[in-house]
């Protein structure tokens, strides 16, 4: 991450406290135990993607799809989508605490430079509906909204501690 991000320490301090607040938000918590409760359909999911990867018959990888299409549609149909609308909010969220508490300016330089390179999408609908990160651009206009705090505009752009009550 520092090379990625050419060792700038306000980009570096800006993913640090986005990844504090996502921390202090319990947000790892509760992606764990949400994982949990759909453990079974994940790893069928997983397990049927490896399968129809890894297939060079395409009579094994339509068999595999017939089997567990149940299970493909339940995951990128429902379940994918309703929990990508919960970690977007959670990463507005961990985006305006580390606003608040300073990090805004930095942050916004390590989107720019990290642009689309988060959930490595690999297919269209991939990078619109599953992707858990919102689109740089809509981070980049929050980041960026008149409360964000920006150097020589006003508000103190002075670093403040997150708090961890």
Partial sequence: MLEFLRYDEEAVAGVVAHEVAHWRNGDAVTMAWGQGIALSLSLAFGLSARV????RWRPIQILVWIVVWSVNATMRGIDAPVHVRYWRRCEYAADTDAREAGYGEGLYRALAQLGHTFDGA??????????????????????????????GHGRSHRRAHLPMS
């Fill in 122 to 151: 690999r297919s269209g609908w991939e990078a619109s509906i599953l992707a858990t990160h919102p689109p740089p651009n809509s981070a980049w206009s929050a980041l960026r909204s008149p409360a964000a705090p920006r150097p």
């Fill in 52 to 55: 129809q990867e890894g297939a």
